[in-house]
């Protein structure tokens, strides 16, 4: 099992809270996987503070990418689909959806892969050793995006990267329902899943096997992780192991106030980030530690 956290690098304070949370010394606390923001303003500093946990392989790293929120990493005259009145990227997920079924989807296109490749080369220039193991995500799921997907693989291409790894961010809710957990999950985060999980045939008809974590957690709770149970978690690892899959656990721990997210401005997104449920996500992984160790364990020594 991969109990991962996204967002890494907002600020440096985080980044320093996120290393001590998954802190090599502790061998009870499981998490052991991070993505990191490349549009980061502290990108760099963040990105060496991380990079001798990732060399000595006692944490994996992903490239968060990320075409929704704070400035770009390409100039923003270059992008102006992407981009707003601020020089910020200024759609959701389903304005990108909605741009990508529309006439000027030739044109989104190359203006995803222009920004996903300086995206990319930022990440390699930290992490060159990443290039022949690259594993993806993205900020808000939008690699699920057809459109979005093939520019990403067409990026891939053009940086000469092998992919080891992409998240295919799907949910099975059948275990909620057993553990009498379904009733809390809000009906957005059903809705997000549902999306998903259709928007996700493309990329799957693309990818071989090895390329996806195929069993995934943390859409149903997304923003509020804290309410996860020990006894689901462990239905949900043994669940995987039956059907040879490997699960990753997503996170989201760490509040950031609001004047620090990339773009205050933005509040959906700078909302979410200063949440106080970030915190309540990161004292979960503390309280639960113990039992989800036992967890990684178990199911690394299968």
């Not at 930022?122 to 995006?145: G, K, N, Y």
């Not at 990818?207 to 995934?216: A, D, E, G, M, Q």
């Not at 149970?229 to 462990?234: G, V």
Request: proline share 5%; glycine share 2%; hydrophobic share 40%.
């Amino acid at each position: 099992m991969i109990v991962h956290a996204d967002d890494f690098g907002i600020t440096l304070a985080q980044a320093q809270s996120l290393l001590a949370l998954s802190k090599a010394s502790d061998k009870s606390n499981p998490l052991s996987s991070v993505s990191i923001f490349a549009n980061s303003p502290v990108f760099y500093d963040s990105a060496k503070l991380l990079h001798p946990s990732v060399e000595n392989k006692t944490m994996k790293v992903s490239l968060h990418l990320n075409l929704v929120e704070g400035a770009p990493c390409v100039a923003p005259d270059e992008i102006p689909l992407l981009i707003g009145e601020r020089k910020t990227f200024c759609h959701s997920f389903i304005g990108l959806l909605q741009m990508s079924l529309g006439p000027r989807r030739s044109a989104l296109y190359q203006q995803i892969v222009q920004e996903f490749d300086a995206q990319i080369k930022t990440f390699l220039r930290v992490f060159p050793e990443q290039q022949h193991s690259l594993r993806i995500d993205s900020h808000q799921h939008t690699h699920m995006i057809p459109l979005v997907f093939d520019a990403l693989q067409e990026t891939i291409q053009i940086n000469n990267c092998t992919l080891e790894h992409v998240r295919i961010p799907v949910e099975d809710l059948t275990l909620y329902a057993q553990f009498g957990l379904k009733h809390m999950i809000p009906w957005q985060n059903r809705l997000k899943n549902s999306v998903l999980s259709y928007l996700s045939r493309h990329a799957k008809k693309q990818l071989s096997n090895r390329n996806i974590t195929s069993s995934f957690c943390g859409i149903a709770f997304s923003g509020s992780m804290y309410q996860m149970t020990p006894e689901l978690l462990f239905a949900l690892e043994e669940q995987a192991h039956q059907n040879h899959q490997e699960l990753e656990v997503l996170y989201h721990p760490i509040t950031v106030p609001l004047a620090s997210c990339l773009d205050p401005e933005n509040l959906p997104f700078a909302t979410a980030c200063a949440s106080d449920g970030r915190d309540k996500e990161a004292q979960s992984l503390l309280d639960i530690k113990e039992i989800l160790y036992c967890v990684t364990r178990s199911s690394t020594h299968r």
